[in-house]
C-alpha cells in the first residue's frame, strides 16, 4: 500500500534520508519524494532542474502498516502519515495510477512539449500528452503548467513542466 506523509515544507529529502536508514526494510518498503523537472533560465541559458511535486509531503510503500506506524514515530522531524480518527489511509487507486503514470519508475514527472494553435494548447511529447484538458494556467516564461489533479481527497492545482516551442 502507498502512503502519504506529511513533513515540513524544505525537509522532504532530509526526512527521507532519515526514513530509509531508521525503518527497517520490513516495514518499508521505499521513501520518495515525487518531483517534477522544469526549465530555469541561469548564466544566460537554459538548464533542467527539478522541484518536489507535492511540498511538504514524502510517500512510503509498506504491507506492514502497524509496524511502520510504530518506526515512523522515532523519525524526529516526521510530522504524521495522513490519515483521519479511525487510523491511517492508504492513497486510493486512482492516486496511485496517478504517481505511476506519470512519475515513472524514479518518480519524476518528465519536462512535457507541446504548442498553441489559437488558443488552444497541443501537447505533443511528455507525460502530459492526452492530459490538455487538465490544464489550468500555464506560464509559458516559466515553462511550466498547473494542472488539476484530486489528491488526498480533494482537488488539488500541481504545477508542472511544460515547454511551448512554437505559437501556430
Same mark, same amino acid.
Given at each position: 500500500? @502507498?502512503?502519504?506523509?506529511?513533513?515540513?515544507? $524544505?525537509?522532504e529529502? !532530509?526526512?527521507?534520508?532519515? *526514513?530509509?536508514?531508521?525503518?527497517?526494510?520490513?516495514?518499508?518498503?521505499? *521513501?520518495?519524494?515525487?518531483?517534477y523537472?522544469?526549465?530555469?533560465?541561469?548564466?544566460?541559458? @537554459?538548464?533542467?532542474?527539478?522541484?518536489?511535486? &507535492?511540498?511538504?509531503?514524502?510517500?512510503?510503500?509498506?504491507?506492514? #502498516?502497524?509496524?511502520?506506524?510504530?518506526?515512523?514515530? !522515532?523519525?524526529?522531524?516526521?510530522?504524521? #502519515?495522513?490519515?483521519?480518527? /479511525? $487510523?491511517?489511509?492508504?492513497?486510493?487507486?486512482?492516486?496511485?495510477?496517478?504517481?505511476?503514470? &506519470?512519475?515513472?519508475? %524514479?518518480?519524476?514527472?518528465?519536462?512535457?512539449?507541446?504548442?498553441?494553435?489559437? %488558443?488552444? #494548447?497541443?501537447? +505533443? /511529447?511528455?507525460?502530459?500528452?492526452?492530459?490538455?484538458? +487538465?490544464?489550468?494556467?500555464? %506560464?509559458?516564461?516559466?515553462?511550466?503548467?498547473?494542472?488539476? =489533479?484530486?489528491?488526498?481527497?480533494?482537488?488539488? %492545482? =500541481?504545477?508542472?513542466?511544460l515547454?511551448? =516551442?512554437?505559437?501556430?
Open positions: 500500500m @502507498w502512503y502519504a506523509v506529511q513533513v515540513r515544507t $524544505g525537509q529529502e !532530509k526526512v527521507k534520508t532519515l *526514513c530509509n536508514i531508521m525503518i527497517p526494510e520490513e516495514f518499508l518498503e521505499e *521513501c520518495f519524494i515525487p518531483r523537472e522544469k526549465k530555469v533560465k541561469y548564466f544566460g541559458s @537554459w538548464h533542467i532542474d527539478t522541484e518536489v511535486l &507535492f511540498p511538504g509531503y514524502i510517500f512510503m510503500i509498506s504491507e506492514q #502498516i502497524d509496524g511502520l506506524r510504530v518506526a515512523v514515530k !522515532k523519525i524526529p522531524t516526521l510530522t504524521k #502519515i495522513l490519515g483521519d480518527e /479511525d $487510523g491511517v489511509i492508504a492513497l486510493y487507486e486512482k492516486e496511485v495510477k496517478f504517481l505511476k503514470k &506519470f512519475g515513472k519508475e %524514479d518518480h519524476l514527472i518528465k519536462l512535457s512539449q507541446g504548442h498553441m494553435e489559437n %488558443d488552444w #494548447i497541443v501537447i +505533443t /511529447d511528455g507525460p502530459m500528452k492526452d492530459f490538455e484538458g +487538465t490544464i489550468k494556467k500555464i %506560464d509559458r516564461h516559466k515553462r511550466s503548467a498547473v494542472i488539476e =489533479v484530486e489528491f488526498f481527497g480533494r482537488k488539488m %492545482d =500541481v504545477k508542472v513542466g515547454e511551448i =516551442v512554437k505559437k501556430i
